[in-house]
């Protein structure tokens, strides 16, 4: 039933300062823009990263942080999560190995969502069979 990940998608009630931040962080524009909406692809899928105005939200999301995180690869953990900080997220789970090869650790952008790292041994096994 499921396919793999299609949309993550972000609020922010600054959404002009969200995509900027954003931009700056991935090292790459949105590639996609309507009014209270801006998108990113990124990663070897082409994974779309979507920040919403705030002012979308469903009217049950609260304030506070949410339960869920997604976990995006990463090469270099430590390298990622020191760039992240210095753009001013704040650390919201420090590194932890989860076995061999599986490490997270996620932050919180300025605008208040949970954004995970990885570094994920599967990813990269999965993605060098598909280029072989």
Do not use: C
């Amino acid at each position: 039933m499921l396919r793999g990940l299609s949309t993550v998608s972000f609020y922010a009630p600054d959404l002009d300062a969200a995509e900027k931040w954003y931009s700056e962080m991935l090292g790459i524009p949105a590639y996609y823009h309507v009014p209270g909406y801006t998108e990113f692809r990124i990663g070897d899928y082409e994974h779309e990263l979507g920040i919403i105005d705030a002012q979308y939200a469903p009217a049950t999301r609260t304030d506070g942080l949410g339960g869920e995180i997604v976990f995006w690869h990463v090469d270099d953990l430590e390298a990622s999560l020191a760039r992240l900080i210095e753009l001013g997220a704040t650390l919201h789970e420090p590194p932890r190995e989860h076995g061999p090869g599986f490490v997270t650790a996620s932050v919180v952008d300025p605008f208040g969502n949970i954004l995970g790292i990885m570094y994920n041994q599967h990813y990269l096994d999965t993605l060098a069979a598909r280029s072989a």
